[in-house]
Each structure stands twice: as structure tokens, then as C-alpha cells.
């Protein structure tokens, strides 16, 4: 499509054409995005939505893609990504943090240990960042996001406006909630507990040493490929059971060492990946009679 020649000159410091998605995605895959645009902040990120909605721009927001595979076709319309301002960690009370929603989750953990705050040492084992974090309400080791909520900010893409949500108006479930989609989360209030900073390095090391026991790291992955269905029946379980270790598509793998994560072994396209994942999918159902469902997101033209 043709874009209006004002839009371009008023955003050409934050916005470009066909950019290569494989640059922010963990899969390292995927092809162009039309345009992409990087929001200076929360005024001038409303700005652009009203453009764009102005000239029927399709919008597509862009966390940390740290489980996000982009299809070899790319995307269509804008892919939107928060810039630097979007991440920051605050101290707004002893025990209170205000984070932006691009922060990483792992640097939220490093802040709050240095500041004796407790209960958030988990996030030093989720990829991506807070605002990702809340929408799948990611967590391990019996720790959530949803348990260290107080509230989060974000744009309502339909009424371009800037909105406070509470955690009590939240439904959370397993990876997931029921926020609307047309909400893009910029910030986020979190909730610690005071501690001893020595405590807490030592959980935390604890989870990443657990973490890297269990899961491959330092590879072209995005993390889990299935839910969970439920303790008993976990994705890898019922992968294995299935007999899919093993299973290869080009140079798309699934790990040896934890088989709910599939890799771009060097020089795999994402459509060996979404066909890996459909491939698994087939005989788990087959052998199972259970249907995984993706925790990855798959993006763009097929």
C-alpha cells in the first residue's frame, strides 16, 4: 500500500521499510516487515495509531520475540516495537516496583535483588520482557506473573486512549489472560518482598542452574514450542510419547535435550519450523489423542 508522504516525514526518524524480521526474533527467522516503527513514547506512539487507523494500516506489536517465530513471507502493514523508554525499572516504594513493559524480564530480577526485594527471582529464567510476561502470564517453578501484579498501563488501540488496569480485573490463567488484543501494555506496578539480598541471589541462582540443567540455552530457540496440558501431562512428555525425538524438518530440530523445544540449527527457514510443529503435532494427536496447543505465536503471511 501507499503511504501518506506526511506520515513518512513525521515518524522517518522512528519508522523504515522492509526490515528483516529475523533480527528480532530468537529463531533468528522470518522475513520482511512492510514497515516497521519504533515508539519514542507513550504520546507519540498514540499519534501513530491514529494515522495509522486513519489510513487503514494493520498493526502488529512487537514484544522481545523471544516467542515469536515470523514467517518466511514476512509481515504485512506496520510492526510496531517500544523503544528505549519503554524500559526502565523503578523503585516507587520499599516494595514496589514501576517497569516499563519493554524491560527484560531477567534485568527486572537483577534490580530487584539489588534492591532486597524478594519473589520475583523466577524472572531471571523467562525470556522476553514484562510486557510479553503479562499478556502469557509466564512463569516456572510455581511462581507466575499474575502473583506479583498490581496493575498495569496500556493503549487501547480502539479508543486511543491510555488506560490503568488492576490485577483484580484480570482473569489469569495458565499462559494466558483475558486482556483484550487491541491493548498495547506499556508499563507495569509489581509487587516484591522485602528480603536479604544474599537470600535472594542464591534462589535466583538456584532457578538459572535448574534452568540450564533442564533446557538447552545459547541456541536459536523460542523457549517452549506447546502448553503444558497439565502437571501429569506435560508438552515433552506426551512429545516423547508420541516418539517424535528426533523428528527433523530441513534444518529445523527439536533439542535432544528438552523435546518441547525446537531449533533453528544454522540454516532452517520458518516454514521448517511451523512444519516441524505440525508434524509433531499430527502424531501426538495421532498416538495421544491429545491436541497441543502452540505457546509460541506464529506471525505474517503464510
Not at 100 to 109: M, Q, Y
Not at 131 to 155: P, T, W
Request: with cysteine; glycine share 8%.
Amino acid at each position: 500500500m501507499t503511504l501518506d508522504v506526511n506520515l513518512i516525514k513525521k515518524y522517518k526518524d522512528n519508522f523504515s521499510y522492509n526490515v528483516n524480521l529475523s533480527n528480532y526474533s530468537w529463531f533468528n527467522l522470518g522475513g520482511n516487515a512492510e514497515y516497521f516503527y519504533k515508539a519514542k513514547d507513550e504520546k507519540q506512539l498514540i499519534e501513530f495509531l491514529q494515522e495509522a487507523k486513519k489510513q487503514n494500516l494493520k498493526t502488529t506489536i512487537l514484544g522481545a520475540g523471544s516467542n515469536t517465530l515470523f514467517r518466511d513471507n514476512g509481515v504485512k502493514g506496520v510492526v510496531i516495537k517500544l523503544g528505549n523508554e519503554f524500559s526502565y525499572t523503578k523503585l516507587v516504594n520499599k516494595n514496589i516496583l514501576d517497569v516499563g513493559a519493554a524491560t527484560l524480564d531477567r534485568k527486572v530480577a537483577n534490580y530487584a535483588k539489588e534492591n532486597n526485594l524478594g519473589n520475583l527471582e523466577f524472572l531471571s529464567c523467562i525470556p522476553g520482557s514484562i510486557g510479553g510476561a503479562i499478556i502469557m502470564n509466564s512463569g516456572c517453578y510455581e511462581n507466575d506473573i499474575s502473583k506479583i501484579l498490581i496493575s498495569l498501563r496500556a493503549i487501547d488501540k480502539k479508543r486511543l486512549s491510555v488506560i490503568e488496569i488492576k490485577k483484580e480485573d484480570i482473569n489469569f490463567f495458565y499462559r494466558g489472560t483475558n486482556l483484550p488484543d487491541d491493548l498495547i501494555i506499556t508499563s507495569a506496578k509489581l509487587k516484591g518482598t522485602i528480603s536479604v539480598k544474599e537470600k535472594i541471589e542464591k534462589k535466583q541462582t538456584d532457578f538459572i542452574k535448574k534452568k540450564k540443567t533442564s533446557q538447552p540455552n545459547q541456541i536459536k530457540t523460542c523457549g517452549s514450542t506447546f502448553k503444558n496440558i497439565s502437571e501429569d501431562k506435560k508438552a515433552w512428555m506426551l512429545i516423547k510419547e508420541a516418539g517424535c525425538e528426533g523428528y527433523k524438518v530441513g534444518d529445523a530440530i527439536i533439542s535432544q535435550k528438552h523435546c518441547n523445544f525446537f531449533v533453528n540449527n544454522g540454516n532452517a527457514k520458518s516454514s521448517d519450523i511451523e512444519n516441524l510443529i505440525n508434524k509433531v503435532k499430527k502424531k501426538v494427536q495421532e498416538k495421544t489423542g491429545i491436541n497441543l496447543e502452540l505457546e509460541i505465536k506464529i506471525v505474517g503471511e503464510k
